[in-house]
């Protein structure tokens, strides 16, 4: 069994600042990857940055970035320079085993102009 | 198309009523996945296809909850007798790689989902 934990139900941040979303994992896999999903308000789910669990290196896309820790099965997402279209629901996501796909609860990002 | 196609985007059913959704997925990808989301949750497994087999379904609530694809791009997922609890969104989402062989990077591409509400 896999299972993702975020405990942040709710972030808020000023434009321009920095965030960081939190995410814990755990899973019997040793070949997986870890996802950030960000879901607008029209509700149609995009990714966000992947990270493979083999790869030491933290993922990196534009502002958005990750910070990996094996060992502590921890996940997390800075976002820099924040935008008013980053505001959105973020779902971080673990694909183990066959590519099934378990998703967090999520967090809501809210961005204040 | 260009991306995943969920209809209908909206359904008010009536306790009791069956209904079907469909979901298109991108074309070529060999994946298919159906999520259940309730309010203000994440995405919950339903079921998951390769092909036109079904190789997981531990994720269908009971068995009133019926998926199919048959020919390996369409899928249909439908549920009989809906209840109350049915109600939320169900997103489709299809993936390019097969679980052997191949690169495999795990990215679903997600439709817009369709929206269930039952009276």
């Known amino acids: 069994a896999q299972t993702v934990t975020q405990s942040q139900p709710e972030m808020s941040v000023q434009e321009a600042e920095t965030v960081t979303l939190s995410c814990t994992y755990d899973t019997s896999e040793s070949d997986y990857y870890l996802f950030w999903y960000k879901q607008p308000p029209s509700r149609q789910m995009i990714l966000v940055i992947r990270q493979e669990a083999y790869k030491q290196q933290n993922a990196t896309e534009n502002r958005f970035s990750v910070n990996f820790q094996k060992a502590a099965k921890s996940f997390s997402l800075k976002i820099s320079d924040s935008q008013l279209g980053d505001a959105a629901m973020y779902f971080c996501?673990?694909?183990?085993?066959?590519?099934?796909?378990?998703f967090g609860i999520g967090t809501k990002l809210q961005v204040i102009p | 198309g260009a991306g995943v196609s969920q209809s209908p985007r909206y359904k008010v059913a009536k306790r009791g009523q069956d209904v079907a959704l469909r979901c298109d997925p991108i074309s070529g990808h060999v994946s298919l996945f159906w999520y259940q989301q309730a309010l203000g949750q994440g995405p919950e497994f339903l079921t998951y296809f390769q092909n036109e087999a079904q190789l997981d379904k531990s994720g269908l609530p009971s068995d009133r909850f019926f998926a199919e694809r048959p020919e390996g791009s369409v899928s249909t997922l439908k549920i009989q007798r809906t209840q109350q609890e049915d109600s939320a969104v169900y997103l489709c989402?299809?993936?390019?790689?097969?679980?052997?062989?191949?690169?495999?990077?795990?990215?679903?591409?997600f439709g817009e989902g369709s929206r269930l509400t039952v009276l």
């Open positions: 989402a299809s993936s390019l790689v097969r679980t052997s062989g191949g690169p495999r990077t795990g990215e679903l591409f």
């Open positions: 996501a673990l694909s183990g085993g066959y590519q099934k796909v378990t």
